[in-house]
T-cell receptor, first 112, second 110 residues
Framework: SQTIHQWPATLVQPVGSPLSLECTVE??????LYWYRQAAGRGLQLLFY??????ISSEVPQNLSASRPQDRQFILSSKKLLLSDSGFYLC???????????FGQGTRLTVV | QKEVEQNSGPLSVPEGAIASLNCTYS??????FFWYRQYSGKSPELIMF????GDKEDGRFTAQLNKASQYVSLLIRDSQPSDSATYLC??????????FGKGTKLSVKP
């Protein structure tokens, strides 16, 4: 069966510090991978998606970036965090576009 | 701007009642629709998907889709306190990625 791992679960970082969140998927090949952010009282905002290694599409301009160095690994990064980057970050995978997405456990990021 | 709209609630129902959650979408190209349940502080969990007009039943859950009206609903029969959560509706947009509504908070009172 397929599983998705995302870490860390919680993170407190100072403004201006770098960020690296990692997500890995097991039990499937060539999944679509997604990074979402959910701010307090707001819906799920798609940040990045990837349909293959090295292929990254950005949905929202921001100081975040994403990379997919391996088929089942997706990384979200920032060089300098802003207060507005606080939120609940969710990695997800699906077998293809328009199909159901399955979420990791999420990372609660607080920028102070 | 393609959108999925949901009433934010809270929707409060007594234990054992039917909870009815509704969602409308703007993208006529959407072909697939999903309902997720999200407990406070947790990640969304898929509970139903529907691709065709009509009803789809799975246990106490029934999803309904009306493409002509661009309307999706989720019925929860015999609601339990453990069903208290935020329910997210999502549509598979014509660009392929899922577009989520902001969610409806459901409270089931014992």
């Amino acid at each position: 069966s397929q599983t998705i791992h995302q870490w860390p679960a919680t993170l407190v970082q100072p403004v201006g510090s770098p960020l690296s969140l990692e997500c890995t998927v097991e039990g499937t090949s060539n999944p679509n991978l997604y990074w979402y952010r959910q701010a307090a009282g707001r819906g799920l905002q798609l940040l990045f998606y990837s349909v293959g290694i090295g292929q990254i599409s950005s949905e929202v301009p921001q100081n975040l970036s994403a990379s997919r160095p391996q088929d089942r690994q997706f990384i979200l990064s920032s060089k300098k965090l802003l207060l507005s980057d606080s939120g609940f970050y969710l990695c997800a995978w699906s077998v293809g576009t328009g199909r159901e997405a399955f979420f990791g456990q999420g990372t609660r990021l607080t920028v102070v | 701007q393609k959108e999925v709209e949901q009433n934010s609630g809270p929707l409060s129902v007594p234990e054992g009642a039917i909870a009815s959650l509704n969602c409308t979408y703007s993208d006529r190209g959407s072909q697939s629709f999903f309902w997720y349940r999200q407990y406070s502080g947790k990640s969304p969990e898929l509970i139903m998907f529907i691709y065709s007009n009509g009803d789809k039943e799975d246990g106490r859950f029934t999803a309904q889709l009306n493409k002509a009206s661009q309307y999706v609903s989720l019925l929860i029969r015999d609601s339990q306190p453990s069903d208290s959560a935020t329910y997210l509706c999502a549509g598979g947009g014509s660009q392929g990625n899922l577009i989520f509504g902001k969610g409806t908070k459901l409270s089931v009172k014992p």
